[in-house]
Each structure stands twice: as C-alpha cells, then as structure tokens.
DNA sequence: GTCAAAATGACATGTATAATGTCAACATGA
DNA sequence: TCATGTTGACATTATACATGTCATTTTGAC
C-alpha cells in the first residue's frame, strides 16, 4: 500500500540520519572544546560527575556504558590535567572516589551552559510538540532496534 | 520559561539519543548478516552498487563520503569474495567499474528486502504523520548542527 | 601530437575509540 | 580464614578511518 511504503522509507531514512547527526553533533561539541584543554572524552567524564555526582571508575564506566578499562584511561586523563581529583572511599580503599575540582567544575558548567543555548538556538524554527514526537519516535525506534539485535546474540 | 526548557530538554536528548540508535541499527544490521559471509563494509558496498548501478572505486567513495584509499581496501576484500567483478572501464583504462555478481546481486537484495522488512515492522505502532514529523526534526537540527560545526573550522 | 596536470590503485603509516585479556592487590562475606 | 569478587594497571588486538606518497595512466590545453 502507498502509505506503508512511504512509511517505512521514512523511517529507514529517519534511522539512517542517526549517523550524520551523531557526527555533526560531535563535531560542534569539539568545536566547543577549543582553548578549554579538555578533549571529549574528557568532557564525558566531568559531564558525567556534574550530573550525577562523585562516583568511582566503575560507576563511571556502568553509566557511560564503555568497558571500565577504557573508562580508567580516560579517568587517569582527567585527573593528569587537574580537572577531577581523587577522595578516599570509605565503601572501598582501593577504588577512589573520582571528584570534580574547582577548576573542573567551573570548566564544565560553562561548557554545558554553553552548548544548552546552542540547542535552545537550534529549537528556535522547531514547535514544542514536533520536538517532543520526534523524540518519542526516535525512542520507540530506537528500543525496539536494541530489542531486535539483543534477540539474535 | 517553562517550555522554553522543556523545548530545548528534548532536543537536547534527541541530539544525543543518535548515538544509542545507530549502534542499534548497526547491530541489527550485523546480526542480519550472520552466515552470509558478508563483513558490514562489504554490504555497504553492494548496497550501493544495487542502489546506484556499476560505477568505479572514486565515485563509491564520493558516494559513501569516505576517503577512497579505504573504500579502495572495502572493494578489494569484496572483489576477493566474488560479491562483485571487475569490468573494463572504456572512459578510464586503470579504473574498472565495480559491478554485481549474479551471487552478490542475489546476497544484497535479500538482505535490503529483509532489512526492508523489519524497518516496516517497526513502523506498526508508529504513525505516519509522526514518522514524517520526527524525520523532518531530525533533518532540520542535523543541517543546523553542520552549519555551526562547518562555521568554526 | 606534446606535455603538464589530474586521476587511479597500491602501499605504508598514523590516529581515535574501544574491546579483550591478564595479573596482582585488595576487599568482602560466608 | 578462605573463596570470591572488585579494582587498577598494563598489554594486545580490532575497527574504522585519515593521511601521505609513489608509479602509472589518462586527460586536457595548447
């Protein structure tokens, strides 16, 4: 039928946008990241601590969903340049508890304040409930790929 | 204000829910090329031959916005397994057209239709009105995010 | 037709992101 | 205390590209 059709190349070319958008919005959280002395994978990690507080590694890497090996990497990163330090654990001495610095606070909320109203420019042509279909779409969609692939593994 | 926020709240996790759906898709993708002795950089090959007819190594490249040295190593390692063949090229001599094998026309066609279906199967909750507007989001902020992006370098 | 410039394939090397594997130190709980 | 799990550190491998260079061949301007 003419509908279905049109429906699911829609869709098809709705899910194959998610490569160019992933790329583009990279691109302009690095082109964010110039003069800071952070690189993105660096930003992850203090994103991660803003949002949801001081955590260790392995917290770290559960929430980033990245294999805590590579978390660690980027965590020794962070903390070489001064932006994260490291608090004793009383749950756990051998696995600090990884802390935002001043210097690394501040660096970051002006960061995400920064690219908050970037997105707020970009939503300017769009309405409110177009913004909020689209995400429910993309969301359905995008549970229902993970459930698929998890099936086959 | 409130839906100022709530705007630029759900942009904000549309933008960054592209990363999560393409490695869904990319994983549904791969897990639908289980026991065809197709790698996903081959497929891509073969999808766009299909798509796009028989064409040379640097037009490939243009198309799949990927430098041509390493669409040069896909097609290789395609051409080895006899998904595609070489024809002579009568308007450039050291440059061959790339062109299907009746196995590899067979192969990528089954997969596309397979693919084909299981994009219309997620699109039966999903209703077309919807689809349409959430690709339409989704193309305005990825052209907006390139324009930024491509600004500042 | 000649000759410089562009296109092409082949090859080598570099880089970013991440997974995987292994080990030893330490912590925890039965 | 002893088995088991957690953590950090380190090494290796994989993937997906980009970059650079070279020789050949083709093409286009004259």
Redesign the interface.
């Known amino acids: 039928m003419y509908?279905?059709n049109?429906?699911?190349e829609?869709?098809?070319?709705?899910?194959?946008?998610?490569?160019?958008?992933?790329q583009?919005?990279e691109?302009?959280v690095?082109?964010g990241l110039?003069g800071t002395n952070l690189s993105v994978r660096m930003r992850a990690v203090l994103e991660i601590l803003d949002k949801y507080g001081d955590q260790t590694v392995p917290e770290l890497a559960a929430r980033l969903e990245i294999k805590r090996q590579y978390v660690q990497i980027m965590c020794n990163e962070t903390l070489a340049s001064g932006f994260i330090e490291q608090r004793s654990n009383p749950r756990h001495k051998r696995s600090p508890i990884l802390a935002l610095t001043d210097r690394g606070s501040a660096v970051i909320e002006e960061i995400i304040s920064k690219e908050?109203k970037?997105?707020?420019e970009?939503?300017e042509?769009?309405s409110?409930e177009?913004?909020?279909?689209?995400?429910?779409?993309?969301?359905?969609?995008?549970d229902?790929?993970?459930k698929?692939?998890g099936e086959?593994?």
């Open positions: 509908n279905v049109m429906k699911a829609h869709l098809h070319r709705l899910i194959w946008m998610s490569r160019p958008l992933m583009a919005a691109a302009c690095e082109a110039i908050m970037l997105v707020e970009l939503g042509n769009l409110n177009d913004v909020a279909t689209a995400l429910a779409v993309v969301s359905a969609v995008t229902s790929l993970k698929r692939a086959s593994e």
